[in-house]
């Protein structure tokens, strides 16, 4: 059984403006110590899902439709109370900006022993301080007993970004969540981290959802690629399918917009257009005004079609 | 002496008028908090009261002067002194404590709760203060006690707004969603992440409602309906003084009005201060 299923899950934005369909009706599933890598534009939904995961949408916000089966056990219809005693512990999450997701006002080592003592009432405070070092010092935090006592401004933000993977991993969690955890780091931090993280699910045994709007990161990292766009998955399948053989022309236009430095292209590919806003999407494929291929066969919202274990949503595949 | 070297406190020296505000305050509080110490007499011992000594004029055995009852006016003003400070501060304390909880619950949590809160502080804020406390006092009587409620009544709505606003955009923050996901309460994010990087505007206006509160005891007892008779603030003693003020005998009036003012500048000067280094905006 697979460690995380998701199945048909609709989150919609009940907003002044209109219905805003962010996440419409998207499947996947995760096995035990799998890697997957969500990609897609900004607005396209990634983020949304991952915060759909654990219960975190607010209002306007809903899920509406749709089971998140997390070792069998169905989240989107337990209680608030029951989802807190999974967030953090089985399923965790290391969110985007390093720089404000600590608690700018409380220490390092406070907050972190926070996240064990809150789902471990028979650690002692001696205990959690044990562990905390240990894993900062797994994250490849130098002096981290030190740094227990010092504040998030005090860091850098690679350093912070260790932290913050640190807090995710104390409660030894079986799913982690990654939401774009690289964007706000230097492009060399980057690879330390993305790779850190690689070797911490697997030291782990935990599974990692990778939401990224970078292609080249989830080709380095990921078991398994679904590409989203406009609140649905376009093309789902394994690494080796999606970067190499990639069906769906918009997975095309993202490896074809990748910059390769033996190139002698003056300018870079480019996908024309930009995403529709969700509030007003085309009728039929939500790709059509930007594909090369579009015709009047795509006025009609595209079926999936399998190919083993991989989806594609085209009708220009087949 | 690492307390010296706090960032915050170096800060503060900086400014000189602040630091004479400081100083100020911190002598009248000494005052205040151990009147016996420097008083030369105690004005509610009524057996040191002689009435051969009233309406004396400032001189070298009472350098402030006396009142109809024979009473030193320097030592009442430090008894005064003590009353004032203490409703000042008990009212202070006590709307922080409500006015704080309410703003940081209204601002998290939204929806009818914040509609309830809200409102009710609208409403209040209507009305003029000195109106409410009236009608509050009038209703109850005098009485320490009493006065130090109705102060509260008042004073609440100030840091309950100011909290619910900070929460509003701190609640946004990633922090804020990150504890959500670490599996932590609303109380827990409340009280323990959102809670500690609001309390600078707190306190900032804290300091500055002090002097508030202080006035309007003052005015309260200037109008008779604050504390009681028995024992003195400074309102009551400037609205003892006011009734023979125009008989020649002003200092009985003029003195305990100086210490007010004085006393209101200093708390002003240091509220000032505060809000300076505590705004990061106005960080160099």
């Excluded at chain 1, 989150?11 to 998207?26: E, N, S």
């Excluded at chain 1, 993305?194 to 380095?220: E, G, N, P, R």
Aim: aromatic fraction near 8%.
């Amino acid at each position: 059984m697979a460690l995380l299923e998701v199945k048909n899950l609709k989150t919609h934005f009940f907003t002044r403006k209109g219905l805003i369909k962010a996440v419409d009706g998207i499947s996947f599933s995760i096995e035990k110590g799998e890697i997957m890598g969500i990609v897609g534009e900004s607005g396209a939904g990634k983020s949304i899902t991952g915060f759909s995961l654990l219960k975190l949408i607010d209002k306007p916000g809903r899920i509406v439709e749709g089971e998140i089966l997390f070792d069998g056990v169905d989240l989107v219809t337990q209680t608030e109370k029951q989802i807190q005693k999974i967030r953090g512990n089985d399923i965790a999450m290391i969110f985007q900006d390093p720089q404000t997701s600590l608690n700018p006002v409380i220490t390092i080592g406070e907050q972190m022993m926070e996240a064990i003592l809150y789902h471990h009432s028979d650690v002692s405070r001696k205990q959690a301080f044990a562990s905390c070092v240990d894993i900062l010092k797994l994250v490849g935090l130098p002096a981290a007993a030190e740094r227990m006592k010092s504040y998030p401004h005090q860091l850098s933000g690679g350093m912070k970004q260790r932290v913050v993977i640190a807090m995710a991993l104390l409660n030894n969690p079986k799913l982690l969540i990654a939401d774009e955890p690289t964007t706000a780091l230097d492009v060399t931090i980057q690879a330390q981290i993305l790779y850190l993280m690689k070797k911490l699910s697997q030291d782990f045994h935990s599974s990692l959802i990778l939401i990224t709007h970078d292609i080249a990161v989830v080709s380095q990292l990921c078991d398994k690629i679904a590409v989203m766009y406009a609140g649905r998955i376009v093309e789902y399948g394994s690494k080796e399918e999606i970067i190499f053989d990639p069906r769906h022309p918009y997975t095309k236009g993202l490896i074809a917009c990748l910059p390769k430095l033996n190139d002698d292209q003056e300018r870079l590919y480019q996908i024309p257009g930009i995403m529709p806003t969700l509030l007003s999407l085309p009728k039929g494929c939500y790709f059509k005004d930007r594909c090369e291929l579009a015709d009047s066969e795509c006025d009609v919202y595209p079926p999936e079609q399998c190919m083993g274990e991989r989806r594609v949503f085209c009708h220009k595949v087949k | 002496m690492g307390w010296f070297k706090n960032a915050l406190v170096q800060e503060y020296m900086e400014d000189k008028l602040a630091v004479l505000g400081l100083l100020v305050f911190v002598l009248l509080a000494i005052f205040a908090l151990m009147p016996s110490l420097f008083a030369p007499q105690n004005p509610y011992d009524l057996t040191q009261l002689f009435l051969e000594n009233s309406f004396q004029a400032p001189n070298s055995k009472f350098i402030l002067g006396t009142d109809e009852q024979g009473r030193d006016i320097f030592s009442a003003i430090m008894y005064g002194l003590r009353v004032s400070l203490y409703v000042g501060f008990a009212s202070t304390i006590l709307s922080v404590v409500i006015g704080f909880t309410l703003g940081l619950i209204s601002g998290y949590y939204g929806g009818w709760v914040d509609t309830v809160i809200m409102r009710i502080a609208d409403i209040q804020l209507s009305f003029p203060a000195i109106l409410i406390a009236l009608i509050i006092m009038a209703l109850w009587g005098a009485g320490i006690g009493k006065i130090i409620i109705a102060i509260t009544i008042v004073n609440w709505v100030y840091y309950a707004r100011t909290a619910r606003g900070v929460v509003l955009s701190e609640k946004e923050k990633d922090y804020a969603q990150s504890a959500k996901a670490l599996g932590m309460s609303k109380m827990g994010i409340v009280f323990g992440e959102i809670m500690p990087n609001t309390t600078a505007p707190i306190i900032v206006i804290a300091t500055v409602r002090i002097a508030v509160a202080i006035i309007l005891e003052a005015t309260l007892s200037f109008l008779g309906l604050g504390v009681p008779i028995t024992e003195p603030s400074l309102g009551s003693l400037i609205s003892n003084g006011y009734q023979v003020l125009f008989s020649g005998y002003w200092w009985t009036s003029v003195f305990p009005g100086i210490i007010l003012m004085v006393l209101i500048i200093s708390i002003n000067l240091i509220g000032d201060r505060m809000r300076d280094i505590m705004n990061p905006r106005l960080k160099r």
